[in-house]
């Protein structure tokens, strides 16, 4: 797991100058990351932003994915792990009760 320092212009930049996905959820949901490395860290968010074009996105080869997270603002810093982005996403909004069909 890699960590960097998020200001809120990082954040703008994102969203304004780069494609990227942004969840909003309605009330804060439980997130478990780290889990299968053995350094798991839990909490609760309530937004996510993932970058999907610019230095942050996913790698060309999908190993690396990066997702800002926090709840009422972006945290400090990211989560960046190794991973699938689609199969990821599909999981966490599985089990947080959504659909993509």
């Not at 603002?73 to 960046?80: K, L, V």
Request: proline letters at 5%; hydrophobic letters at 35%.
């Amino acid at each position: 797991m890699l960590k960097e320092a998020v200001f809120p212009e990082t954040i703008e930049n994102i969203k304004s100058e780069e494609l990227s996905i942004e969840l909003v959820f309605a009330t804060p949901q439980a997130f478990e990351i780290g889990k299968s490395k053995g350094s798991a860290r839990s909490g609760r968010l309530d937004r996510m932003l993932i970058p999907l074009s610019g230095e942050r996105a996913e790698t060309a080869t999908g190993k690396y994915v990066t997702v800002f997270y926090g709840t009422g603002r972006y945290g400090p810093g990211p989560y960046t792990n190794e991973g699938q982005l689609q199969k990821r996403l599909r999981r966490l909004l599985k089990d947080m009760g959504y659909s993509l069909y």
